[in-house]
Nanobody, 127 residues
Framework: QVQLVESGGGLVQPGGSLRLSCAAS????????VGWFRQPPGKERGLVAT????????LYSDSVKGRFTISRDNAVNTVYLQMNSLKPEDTAVYYC????????????????????WGQGTQVTVSS
């Protein structure tokens, strides 16, 4: 069973950058598609970006296109989210989720389609 652990969150000023990491245990990580989601206080969890098991396919929410980049390194079982030009509205708890690409052979955006979740990491954008 794959387990996910997020890291890299913190407090950053508007316009700054952070890189989040989602480290996975288990030898089958490369068979999973992975997504980054975020949940602001009092709001529902929503997709930020998702990446295919190979890394060649990606999908972004409109609110982060051109500012955030998702990538993965299957050799070290890690998916990254590079976040640039951060805004106060990016403040949220960020979660990584994963699903088996053999079960769903395309990129999906709904949290309910993801089988595995990490514990989350807080990102706060404030001056």
């Amino acid at each position: 069973q794959v387990q996910l652990v997020e890291s890299g969150g913190g407090l950053v000023q508007p316009g700054g950058s952070l890189r989040l990491s989602c480290a996975a245990s288990g030898r089958t990580f490369s068979t999973y598609a992975v997504g980054w989601f975020r949940q602001p206080p009092g709001k529902e969890r929503g997709l930020v970006a998702t990446i295919s098991r190979s890394g060649y396919g990606t999908l972004y929410s409109d609110s982060v296109k051109g500012r955030f980049t998702i990538s993965r390194d299957n050799a070290v079982n890690t998916v990254y989210l590079q976040m640039n030009s951060l805004k106060p509205e990016d403040t949220a708890v960020y979660y990584c989720g994963a699903y088996s690409a053999s079960r769903i052979p395309l990129l999906v955006t709904k949290p309910g389609d993801y089988d595995l979740w990490g514990q989350g990491t807080q990102v706060t954008v404030s001056s």
